[in-house]
C-alpha cells in the first residue's frame, strides 16, 4: 500500500477511528489525510501517515499503486450485497489482479468486520465480498461498499 494512516495513540486504522475525512483527503497517497474538526464533533483524533511506494516495478522503473473510489454495484435486496470480483461483478483494475481491498458499510468508516454481521464472501482482493441476508439474524444485510488497490 502507498500510504498508510492510523491514530498517533492508539494506532488504530484511521477507517476505524470513526472519524469522518475530507473528501479525496481519506488517506490518499495523492493527498494525505484531513479530518475537519468541524464535521467531527468539535475534535479529530491525532494522525500519523506514512507514505511507502509498493515495488511494482518493470526492468526500467516503478509505479505506485492506486486505490479506487468506493464502488457499491449491489443493494442488499433480494439475497444479499453482493461486491463480488469476476466477469458480473467488478473490474476494477482493467483486467489485472487487484492487489488489495477495503470493504465497509457504506457511506461510512465502519470497517466490514467491525458491523457485526455474517459475511460469506470476506473482503479479498481476489473474490470481493458477499453478505447474504439469510445469514444475518435480523435477516438483512447492511448495504457494503468496497474499493481496490490496483497495480
Ligand atoms: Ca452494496
Redesign the pocket.
Given at each position: 500500500m502507498c500510504a498508510h494512516c492510523r491514530d498517533r495513540v492508539s494506532y488504530l486504522h484511521y477507517y476505524a477511528t470513526g472519524d469522518t475525512y475530507n473528501t479525496n483527503y481519506d488517506c490518499s497517497w495523492d493527498n494525505g489525510l484531513v479530518c475537519t474538526t468541524s464535521v467531527n464533533g468539535g475534535t479529530c483524533r491525532d494522525y500519523e501517515v506514512q507514505f511507502k511506494c509498493p515495488a511494482i516495478c518493470t526492468c526500467s522503473s516503478c509505479s505506485c499503486a492506486t486505490w479506487t473510489s468506493w464502488l457499491?454495484?449491489?443493494?442488499?435486496g433480494g439475497y444479499g450485497?453482493?461486491?463480488l470480483v469476476g466477469p458480473t461483478g467488478h473490474n476494477p483494475c482493467s483486467s489485472h489482479e487487484p492487489i488489495d481491498i477495503q470493504c465497509r458499510v457504506?457511506g461510512t468508516n465502519q470497517p466490514w468486520d467491525q458491523a457485526g454481521q455474517v459475511i460469506r464472501v470476506k473482503c479479498t482482493p481476489s473474490e470481493g465480498f458477499a453478505c447474504v441476508n439469510s445469514d444475518q439474524p435480523s435477516g438483512y444485510c447492511y448495504?457494503?461498499?468496497v474499493r481496490f488497490l490496483c497495480p
Open positions: 457499491d454495484r449491489d443493494n442488499p450485497d453482493y461486491e457504506r448495504d457494503y461498499e
